[in-house]
């Protein structure tokens, strides 16, 4: 009868040496146990043979299984106190905001605003152009003046030139962020005013200056030359603005260059704060994030990753865990079946030693019968009587 070879039991890498004697090993072990199980005639054979092979796995394979199943336990243990944890830090988010109106002078910044309409972007837009002209145009006059001052650093290096006159954005700049600085409402109106009315006057005064000065600019080369008299002398027309500095510089001159720089400045940064009131108007209301909510979603996210990880780990230890207790399953069964074969195989031998002997002692009863049926002798005095006669063969007649 060709028995199979059960399960291997080897699970380590030194077993494979011995792969090729360890089942031919094993299935007699388990047969002879079987056998004699068989033979002792008891009534628990079957589970005397499944407590048995289990027995022999779990002296292979006991202190992994237990291993697996400790590792399962911590897992689930881990996973639960985190789902529990994640579920309370859901519950808190669940109170708070995501965004927060910011506060703003005290009072927070949650009240709607109207919608932007068309005056209003067309003021918004004009005096942005405005600032632009007002300052490009105010670089530009300066550094030329400077150019064609005669001044040997100007003369020499132009690039000078503009970069002084940058102190005109950065003046209106500066004037503009002052405005900002300002808390009270009533000190930005007033700041606000003084700025709007520096900037007019100033624009008065450039007027005035140049009012004054346009007859003398429009004048030809040749009406200046036929004025020129050698006994010419200093009239009052040429006294006061038209009188030069010790360094040779007209006031009037030096009245349209500051008369111009203020009022650029103070026009500029006065336009700053009138498209500052409009943007305010119209803005959308200003929302924060919400440290609470934000300190809660990083520990919520922090305690999914840590689940996900452990729902990994548990799923491979009860991998682990049912790997081992199918092959417990498996090799409990294939001792089972190995006990029914044989048992299966030794009821055969019985029946066939059963049919046997009925036809032995079938022979034996159609000899006897055969004896019984020979017929009598005439006398014992008959020489025939002594002398040995044939047993008769099955079948055959006297």
Known sequence: ????????LASSPSSASSSQTSPAIASAIHLE?????????????????????QALFLNQHGKDLERFRLARQT?????????????????????????????????????PTA??????????????LAILALLAFGVLNISFNLLESGIATFTTNPWRAYLWTALLPVGALAVKVGWDFLRSPALRDTYLWACLAAGVLAVFAWIAAYATAYPTLS??????????????????????FWDATHHGIKRIDMLLVAAQAVAEICLSAALGMYMTQLY??????RLAP???????DQHRQQLELE??????????????????????SVFVAYARSLYQRELAARKDRIQQKRALIEDMAEQLRSRLEAIDRLPDLPGPSDALTDAPRPFPQPGQTS
């Open 1 to 8: 009868m060709n028995i199979p070879h059960p399960p291997s």
């Open 290 to 296: 919400n440290p609470s909510f934000v300190q809660f």
């Open 75 to 111: 897992h689930e243990e881990r996973l639960a106190a985190l789902e529990h944890r994640l579920r309370q830090t859901r519950d808190r988010l669940v109170d708070q905001q995501k965004f927060l109106p910011s506060v703003e002078n005290g009072i927070p910044d949650d009240r």
């Open 33 to 53: 146990f079987i056998r004699t199980v068989i033979d002792s005639g008891e009534d628990d054979a079957a589970s005397r043979i499944e407590d048995f092979h």
């Open 219 to 240: 004048q030809s080369a040749s009406e200046r030359i036929d004025q020129l008299s050698v006994f010419s002398d200093a009239s009052p027309e040429t006294s006061g």
């Open 307 to 328: 689940v996900e990880r452990e729902r990994n780990a548990l799923a491979s230890a009860r991998g682990d865990q049912g790997r081992l207790e199918h092959q417990l």
């Open 115 to 128: 919608p932007w309409n068309l005056w209003d972007r067309t003021m918004f837009a004009s005096a942005a």
């Open 280 to 285: 305010n108007r119209h803005r959308p209301v």
